[in-house]
């Protein structure tokens, strides 16, 4: 049931590397190179090193008052929306990017939704003077456009993707297909738990950063090593995975995962995959797919650019199909209002992604005594306009 993979990147029936040919050796190459580059001592060192002196780490973790009494227990947010680039995405690029320079690759691509991980890699491509060029649909350059000017800012190409819906899982798949017409030079910098081995590995191991430090800054604030409750959203799965990674065999803790409900899950605009999906690949991977009966892959719709994936990596849908993890489906009206609420209860505007993991609080039953951590996942600045564009559905905090 844990965070391991087997040898050929399964996790249960989940997981696995089904790529066209052409990609068949780059890939086989980084399975081959990923242990042992971040096994290394070197390794280990450098990205500590800029964790600390670059990222802004330890991240910290907060003890949310006025959302404690309001939801009963004692809430502490771990706040990676605190670190460099304003989201967690940069623990994972500043480990590939050490890992392109040790496999001797010079050019750089990376997908991207919501911008967050697109920004995190222009950001490491700048600081080791490496090319980068990122994929975005064309509906997210328009929604998330502060985001697509700061990676052209630290010097990336912006390539807007015109296929499909024109979001995440269209980015995937130009990048996909860039990586096939350039398999020498260029590495793939992957930004979520999916895709095909090993990279759900590489990007849950970069992340368990996260859980790492909630074990011993609750130890320091509340005089134990582990909470009650866990939460984090769920869109491909890097935030979760690195807030659950050090306690997915601890039965002791409980874990709630949010994904992107859209309008519901018993409608056609929806990105619930694990409410939704059914068995079948995606990007590479097997996993939970949002599919029509003959196999195509369904569009996936969230007011949220970076859940907006029709999969889910296979370590969660492993989870999941287990019943280690609890998945609530979040609807577009209940984050907004989520993001409203933190806002104006404790001053912190969150990402959407994130604000999908405070509306799941609504959800839960706890006594005083619980503790729980939820992992502000990035911060809202990118998001303020679609805030506001939405407040309606805010509610009361919504009232101007």
Same mark, same amino acid.
């Given at each position: 049931m844990g965070n391991q993979p087997d040898e050929n990147g399964f996790y249960g029936s989940f997981g696995g590397a089904y790529v066209p040919e052409i990609l068949y050796k780059c890939?086989?190459?980084?399975?081959?190179?990923? %242990?042992?580059?971040?096994?290394?001592?070197?390794?280990?060192?450098?990205?500590? =090193?800029? @964790?600390?002196?670059?990222?802004?780490r330890p991240s910290p973790l907060y003890h949310a008052r006025r959302m404690s009494e309001k939801y009963g227990c004692r809430l502490y947010l771990k706040r990676e929306d %605190?670190?460099?680039?304003?989201?967690?995405?940069?623990?994972?690029?500043?480990? =590939?990017? @050490?890992?392109?320079?040790?496999?001797?690759?010079?050019?750089?691509?990376?997908e991207t939704g919501a911008g967050q991980h697109g920004v995190a890699t222009a950001t490491v491509c700048a600081l080791m003077g490496m090319q980068c060029e990122i994929f975005m649909g064309a509906t997210d350059v328009e929604r998330q456009h502060v985001n697509v000017e700061r990676m052209r800012m630290l010097g990336a190409t912006v390539h807007p993707v015109t296929t499909g819906n024109m979001t995440l899982s269209d980015a995937c798949s130009q990048a996909i297909r860039d990586w096939c017409s350039h398999p020498q030079d260029t590495f793939y910098i992957v930004g979520s738990t999916m895709g095909p081995h090993p990279y759900p590995d590489i990007v849950a191991r970069m992340q368990s950063v996260i859980s790492e430090e909630i074990k011993w800054q609750l130890q320091e604030q509340v005089g134990r090593d582990y909470p009650d409750y866990l939460v984090a959203c769920v869109g491909g799965g890097s935030n979760a995975a690195g807030t659950i990674y050090h306690y997915i065999e601890d039965e002791r803790v409980g874990i709630y995962l949010a994904e992107a409900g859209g309008h519901g899950i018993d409608t056609d605009y929806t990105a619930a995959t694990m409410h939704c999906g059914t068995e079948?690949?995606?990007?590479?991977?097997?996993?939970?797919?949002?599919?029509?009966d003959d196999g195509q892959i369904k569009e996936a719709f969230t007011i949220s650019?970076?859940?907006?994936?029709?999969?889910?990596?296979?370590?969660?849908?492993?989870?999941?199909?287990?019943?280690?993890?609890?998945?609530?489906?979040?609807n577009d009206d209940e984050a907004i209002y989520a993001g409203y609420e933190l806002t104006r209860m404790e001053g912190i505007i969150p990402a959407i992604e994130s604000a999908h993991a405070v509306a799941a609080l609504a959800k839960m039953k706890f006594e005083p005594d619980d503790v729980v951590v939820l992992t502000v996942s990035g911060r809202g600045d990118k998001d303020v306009e679609t805030f506001l564009k939405n407040k309606a559905l805010a509610g009361e905090y919504g009232e101007f």
């Open positions: 890939v086989t190459d980084l399975q081959q190179a990923y %242990l042992p580059i971040i096994e290394s001592e070197s390794f280990k060192k450098e990205y500590h =090193q800029l @964790l600390k002196d670059y990222v802004g %605190l670190n460099h680039t304003g989201a967690h995405k940069i623990n994972n690029t500043i480990g =590939q990017i @050490l890992m392109a320079r040790q496999m001797g690759k010079t050019r750089v691509i990376a079948g690949i995606i990007h590479g991977s097997r996993t939970l797919v949002m599919q029509t650019a970076g859940l907006d994936y029709p999969g889910i990596g296979p370590m969660h849908a492993q989870l999941a199909r287990s019943g280690r993890t609890n998945i609530l489906a979040i």
